[in-house]
Structure formats: C-alpha cells, structure tokens
C-alpha cells in the first residue's frame, strides 16, 4: 500500500484529507461545521451537516448502492443517496461483505531490499542464541487457584531482591482447571511459550496439583528452556508454598546475576504489531507510521508478527498479494477461512465489527477498519503464518499469527509468539499492558496530552506539524532502540502487565 497522506506544510489548510487521489470521501481532521466551502480537485463542495473529527463527508454526489473509497480502496457501498458535503457513516452506509470471499493467487514475485549498517541496542544473549530487552524473574502459574501465591511472591521478590532483576513480574490467570479440549490447549500453549520467551531470564513455575494442566506435562512438553532457569512445584507438595517460591527465586537470581547487557544487532529483535481502540485516524497517521517500522526492522533482518484475524476481513487480498509464494499464500486463505469458521460454528455473524467506540471515532464499516489495521504490515514479504500460541521464528520476515481482534487475547499471543515489545497503535487509548513492554502509540495529539502516563509516543503529530510519516516512523524506531536498551514503557512503569488467553470450549 502507498503512502496514504501527502502531507500539506501549511497547517491552516490541514482540516480535511482526502487519503488517495481515487477516493470520493475526504476525513475531517477537526470538527468542520455546516456551511463550510471546501474546493477539490476545481469543485467546490459545502457541507452538508456538521462533521465531528475524524469522520468521514463524500467528496461528490452519490447514488444509493454506490461504492464508498477510501485509501484507494471500497470500504462499504451507500443505503441511500448522498450530496456532496454529506456526512458518510453507519446511519447511510453499510459493509459489502457477505459470507465467504473467493481469494485468487498473484504469481508476480514479491521482494524486499536489505538495508545495511544494521543498528544496534543493548540487550541480554541468551544460551539458546535469542536476545532478551529486560531480565526479569517470570512467575508463572498454571491454575488460577495459585494466583495469589505468584502475587505474593512476586511482591516478596520486589522488597526482598530488587536490584537483582529488572523486574519480578506474576503472569497470572484463571484458567488451567477443569478445562477441555482446545481451552485447554490453548492455556498450555499460550503458558509453554511464555515459558521460554527472552525477556525472562529466568522463570518460576506454580502448580497446584490437581488440576487438568498438569505441570509436569507441562514443563516436559516445553522445548528449548534452559533448565538452569527454571524452577518448579506444585503447592499441595510443600509445607508452605511462599517460602518454597522464595527460595526457588534466590536460586535462580543467582543465575541472573551473571547476565550483563551486550550490544546486539536490531536483527535479534521480534516485535508484534497491535491495534486497539481505532479512531478516524488510526488509518492515517499510527498504523502507517508502525508500518514503517515493520519495513525497516525486516529489512534489517528482524521479525515481526501481525496478528488480530478479523481484523484482517476485507482487506486479506492486500496481504494474500504480499505472499512470499503458493504455499504461504494457501496459509493465509486457511487462516482467514479457519477464523470465519469459528464464528458460523458458534452462531455469530462474521463481520461484527467496528466497536462502539471505533464507530464514534469515525470508522463505519469493516473494511474501512481492516484497511487501516493492515497497515501495520507495511509493504513486507510475507513468509511465515502459525497458529494460536505458536513461537515466530528468527529469521527475517513478517509473521501473520492466528488470534482474535480482542486486546488482551491478541497481544498475549504475540508476547507469546516471542515478541520482545509490542507495538499498540490507539486512537481511544488504554492503560492495558503485558508481559512484554508495550509502547503505546496514539494516533491524536488530543489523546497523548490528555493520557501522557499511557501513551508513550504521539503519531498524531502528523497532522498537527510539519512532520512526515518517515520522520515520524524514525522517531518511532529511535525510541525502541532505547525501550530495547532498557528504557521502561508507561505500562512498566505502572505495572500494568496482563495475559488473556483465548476461551472458546466448555468449562466443566
């Protein structure tokens, strides 16, 4: 996808962006008023109605059943006539998808320039040749019952060890009992590759005892954990599970003692790509900008993983056509097929989306939202697609990563699939936060002066200053070089860390 937004240097005439040159709706950047006299392309146009920020007015009149454009693409059709100047939303326009799409294979070779001189950020080499951004002691239970007690310890740990970690952070819950089937799966799945990610250096491990996600099972199935990292125990076993915790942590804070940061090349770096309460702008200035950082970190030779499915509804022949080959291409359809499955298996429309709260941003359809989401992928090859609770590999590339739009799921699974950070693109904002540091990015001004203690970077400059989107995406990518080098994220920083793990069995 081409750059969306050819930015005007004069800032009094940057009200409104007509995103392509195709596209017969403009995006009012403020709130523009009834009345108001627009010229484009040597045709006047006036309001209609009043248009609140980040919403959408046609460019042109429209015939009811006509196509809406926006970034060069169809976001929906009209359900009734539109004038010129005519605010276009969920009240006169409706989504065109319906049912399953027909996909088709573009055999034209996609390709991707390497760039040299490779940056570079402190970080900690791991035996296993990964490279972890924090050395923190992970607690991790694998039953809601022994939630508290990971709690517990971990704040023990705070007052007790706190310069012998970066961190003591209880990955906590509530599932692990009574859980079937694929629920179960998926707890095992999302905890086992939590278990060796590389931003722990080391990981605790509670049990209880009796529950269906048997620790030894567990912790056997596991690959690549380095065994001199890992302590673990069921609570029915031990006379007093804290005290048992505790003395596992010193053990294994002996072992993090010898780890010291290193420079490290960006390339060792797997960052997941995020968004979360879109507005009217996170098409135009967030999702862009992060674009810019997945085509420059695989073009360094790093990793990184794109996730939200649904969210990929309506715009998936723009990442199908991305395909690094046949094969890649086939993962992708099944795992777009796989996702619409789950909904008709379980009664629910396929294209229940935006939000309430996307929709009271400005986007009004699917497709204009997965069009705006997608652009978190950039222009990169895709070469790897795996499934829910699977780890990316470390070669260079964009990984798709099978999970659901919801925040908390959606970024748990990428922290999982061993991303060191996850970049969160937000037009509504948020203080959730995860395992991993997660750098906020607004895509408004408004939202980064009202929320300085979540955001952490402001793309909503964009619109407000002489500022391209490469300048920004390279501010962006400065900034993680030094959240990678050990500078804390607002989520670090109030201790916002979180897991959500996908539920969709029976609970006995």
Same mark, same amino acid.
């Given at each position: 996808?081409?750059?969306?937004?050819?930015?005007?240097?004069?800032?009094?005439?940057?009200?409104?962006?007509?995103?392509?040159?195709?596209?017969?709706?403009?995006?009012?950047?403020?709130?523009?008023?009834?009345?108001? #006299?627009?010229?484009?392309?040597?045709?006047?146009?006036?309001?209609?109605?009043?248009?609140?920020?980040?919403?959408?007015?046609?460019?042109?009149?429209? &015939? @009811?059943?006509?196509?809406?454009?926006?970034?060069?693409?169809?976001?929906?059709?009209?359900?009734?006539? +539109?004038?010129?100047?005519?605010?276009?939303?969920?009240?006169?326009?409706?989504?065109?998808?319906?049912?399953?799409?027909?996909?088709?294979?573009?055999?034209?070779?996609?390709?991707?320039?390497?760039?040299?001189?490779?940056?570079?950020?402190?970080?900690?080499?791991?035996?296993?040749?990964?490279?972890?951004?924090?050395?923190?002691?992970?607690?991790?239970?694998?039953?809601?019952?022994?939630?508290?007690?990971?709690?517990?310890?971990? $704040?023990?740990?705070?007052?007790?060890? *706190?310069?012998?970690?970066?961190?003591?952070?209880? @990955? *906590?819950?509530?599932?692990?009992?009574?859980?079937?089937?694929? &629920?179960?799966?998926? *707890?095992?799945?999302?905890?086992?590759?939590?278990?060796?990610?590389?931003?722990?250096?080391?990981?605790?491990?509670?049990?209880?005892?009796?529950?269906?996600?048997?620790?030894?099972?567990? @912790?056997?199935?596991?690959?690549?954990?380095?065994?001199?990292?890992?302590?673990?125990?069921?609570?029915?076993?031990?006379?007093?599970? !804290?005290?048992?915790?505790?003395?596992?942590?010193?053990?294994? #804070? %002996?072992?993090?003692?010898?780890?010291?940061?290193?420079?490290?090349?960006?390339?060792?770096?797997?960052?997941?790509?995020?968004?979360?309460?879109?507005?009217?702008?996170?098409?135009?200035?967030?999702?862009?900008?992060?674009?810019?950082?997945? $085509?420059?970190?695989?073009?360094?030779?790093?990793?990184?993983?794109?996730?939200?499915?649904?969210?990929?509804?309506?715009?998936?022949?723009?990442?199908?056509?991305?395909?690094?080959?046949?094969?890649?291409?086939?993962? =992708?359809?099944?795992?777009?097929?796989?996702?619409?499955?789950?909904?008709?298996?379980?009664?629910?429309?396929?294209?229940?989306?935006?939000?309430?709260?996307?929709?009271?941003?400005?986007?009004?359809?699917?497709?204009?939202?997965?069009?705006?989401? +997608?652009?978190?992928?950039?222009?990169?090859?895709? %070469?790897? !697609?795996?499934?829910?609770?699977?780890?990316?590999?470390?070669?260079?590339?964009?990984?798709?990563?099978?999970?659901?739009?919801?925040?908390?799921?959606?970024?748990?699974?990428?922290?999982?699939?061993?991303?060191?950070?996850?970049?969160?693109?937000?037009?509504?904002?948020?203080?959730?936060?995860?395992?991993?540091?997660?750098?906020?990015?607004?895509?408004?001004?408004? #939202?980064? @002066?009202?929320?300085?203690?979540? =955001?952490?970077?402001?793309?909503?400059?964009?619109?407000?200053?002489?500022?391209?989107?490469?300048?920004?995406?390279?501010?962006?990518?400065?900034?993680?070089?030094?959240?990678?080098?050990?500078?804390?994220?607002?989520?670090?920083?109030?201790?916002?860390?979180?897991?959500?793990?996908?539920?969709?069995?029976?609970?006995?």
């Amino acid at each position: 996808m081409q750059d969306l937004i050819s930015p005007t240097r004069n800032k009094a005439l940057r009200r409104y962006i007509q995103v392509h040159p195709e596209d017969n709706v403009a995006v009012a950047i403020e709130p523009l008023k009834q009345g108001e #006299l627009f010229t484009f392309n040597n045709k006047q146009v006036t309001l209609f109605n009043d248009i609140p920020k980040g919403h959408k007015f046609a460019l042109s009149a429209l &015939d @009811i059943a006509e196509d809406i454009r926006k970034y060069g693409f169809t976001i929906g059709i009209t359900t009734s006539a +539109i004038q010129a100047g005519e605010h276009i939303h969920s009240h006169n326009s409706k989504t065109k998808l319906d049912g399953t799409e027909t996909y088709h294979y573009s055999s034209e070779p996609v390709s991707q320039p390497s760039l040299k001189d490779i940056p570079s950020f402190d970080g900690y080499l791991r035996h296993n040749g990964l490279v972890g951004i924090r050395n923190e002691l992970w607690i991790v239970n694998t039953v809601g019952c022994v939630n508290q007690t990971a709690k517990r310890i971990a $704040d023990l740990c705070k007052k007790q060890f *706190t310069e012998a970690a970066d961190n003591f952070i209880a @990955i *906590t819950h509530p599932y692990g009992c009574s859980q079937l089937g694929d &629920d179960l799966v998926n *707890t095992q799945k999302i905890l086992r590759s939590l278990l060796g990610h590389a931003n722990a250096g080391a990981v605790l491990v509670i049990g209880l005892g009796c529950e269906n996600n048997q620790l030894m099972q567990l @912790i056997g199935d596991a690959t690549g954990l380095d065994k001199q990292r890992i302590k673990f125990f069921n609570s029915q076993e031990v006379d007093d599970e !804290v005290e048992q915790g505790l003395d596992y942590a010193k053990d294994l #804070l %002996n072992e993090l003692a010898t780890d010291k940061r290193s420079p490290q090349p960006v390339s060792k770096l797997t960052l997941g790509m995020k968004c979360g309460g879109s507005d009217g702008f996170s098409g135009l200035t967030a999702n862009p900008v992060v674009g810019r950082i997945t $085509d420059m970190l695989t073009q360094f030779g790093g990793r990184v993983i794109l996730t939200e499915t649904p969210e990929m509804f309506g715009a998936e022949q723009v990442l199908m056509d991305r395909a690094l080959n046949s094969n890649i291409f086939d993962q =992708i359809v099944d795992l777009v097929d796989e996702f619409k499955q789950y909904f008709i298996t379980n009664n629910q429309p396929i294209y229940e989306n935006p939000s309430p709260g996307n929709k009271a941003g400005g986007l009004t359809t699917l497709e204009e939202k997965s069009l705006g989401a +997608i652009q978190k992928g950039g222009q990169a090859v895709i %070469n790897e !697609v795996i499934g829910y609770g699977e780890v990316a590999s470390q070669t260079p590339g964009l990984t798709l990563l099978q999970s659901p739009g919801n925040d908390a799921v959606s970024s748990t699974a990428l922290a999982a699939a061993g991303a060191n950070i996850v970049l969160f693109t937000t037009g509504r904002g948020t203080p959730l936060g995860f395992p991993v540091p997660t750098i906020k990015i607004s895509s408004n001004s408004a #939202l980064a @002066i009202r929320k300085k203690h979540w =955001i952490d970077f402001n793309a909503g400059q964009i619109l407000d200053a002489n500022v391209s989107i490469d300048q920004c995406a390279q501010s962006l990518f400065d900034y993680i070089i030094e959240v990678a080098s050990g500078k804390c994220t607002n989520n670090e920083l109030n201790d916002n860390r979180e897991i959500a793990i996908w539920k969709n069995g029976v609970t006995l």
